[in-house]
């Protein structure tokens, strides 16, 4: 079954930069997804990478994806005190069954001035 | 466009009683999710639509909820009877049907408190 897991928290000074981990168990995933939740509001997507990929970066955002170790990281460059937020990654696997998007329990990441 | 709008923001109720959450997806999209958060448990899909249609709410607690939609453009979550330990945030999300992956756009959510 598809089971997505992260650290809890991580903390980090401004300008430095940041690393959030995440690992799935789901081979069969086709998009990997972070998400970014701010303090009293929903999530809103901040990058995905396709399955097929195994880096992609978005200005501040380097997301790596290590397929053999179903392992999927965030960094985020230049950390900044409004970076501080919840991060969730997310598998989305296709199946006979049904799609489903599988969140992880999220990251909670401290930005220190 | 607006966004997913939800209603209300904040709901205080009594235990026992029935409490109904609101959603308005982006229009033109097809799918509708409902989830919860909780520290404890962290986000869970409760239940999700696909073109006005229950596709699976194997996530649904228990049967004191219930969802319902009568349109593409409103979906309700229901509580009756309301407990304590339905405390949580609930958002709601939508997607469209060939969007990049089925990237979901989520509600501002309603935080629910149950005395």
């Known amino acids: 079954g598809e089971d997505v897991e992260q650290s809890l928290f991580l903390s980090v000074r401004e300008g430095d930069s940041s690393v959030i981990n995440c690992t799935y168990t789901?081979?069969?995933?086709?998009?990997l997804y972070w998400y970014k939740q701010e303090p009293g509001a929903g999530l809103q997507l901040l990058t995905y990478?396709?399955?097929?990929?195994d880096m992609k970066q978005d200005q501040r955002l380097t997301v790596l994806l290590n397929k053999k170790d179903k392992h999927l990281s965030l960094r985020i460059a230049d950390t900044q005190t409004g970076d501080s937020a919840i991060y969730f990654c997310?598998?989305?696997?296709?199946?006979?069954?049904?799609?489903?998007?599988?969140f992880g329990g999220g990251t909670r990441v401290l930005v220190k001035p | 466009d607006a966004g997913v709008i939800q209603s209300p923001r904040h709901e205080v109720t009594e235990m026992g009683q029935e409490v109904t959450l609101r959603c308005k997806p982006i229009?033109?999209?097809?799918?509708l999710f409902w989830y919860r958060q909780t520290m404890m448990r962290g986000l869970e899909l409760l239940i999700y639509?696909?073109?006005?249609?229950?596709?699976?709410d194997s996530g649904m607690p228990e049967d004191r909820f219930s969802a319902k939609m009568p349109n593409a453009s409103f979906s309700t979550l229901k509580i009756q009877p309301s407990e304590p330990r339905d405390s949580a945030v609930y958002f709601c999300?939508?997607?469209?049907?060939?969007?990049?992956?089925?990237?979901?756009?989520f509600g501002p959510g309603t935080r629910l408190t149950v005395l």
């Open positions: 990478i396709f399955s097929n990929m």
């Open positions: 229009s033109g999209h097809d799918y």
């Open positions: 789901d081979s069969s995933s086709t998009y």
């Open positions: 997310a598998e989305y696997v296709i199946k006979a069954a049904g799609n489903k998007l599988t």
């Open positions: 639509f696909n073109n006005n249609v229950p596709i699976d």
């Open positions: 999300a939508s997607s469209v049907l060939a969007g990049e992956g089925n990237e979901q756009f």
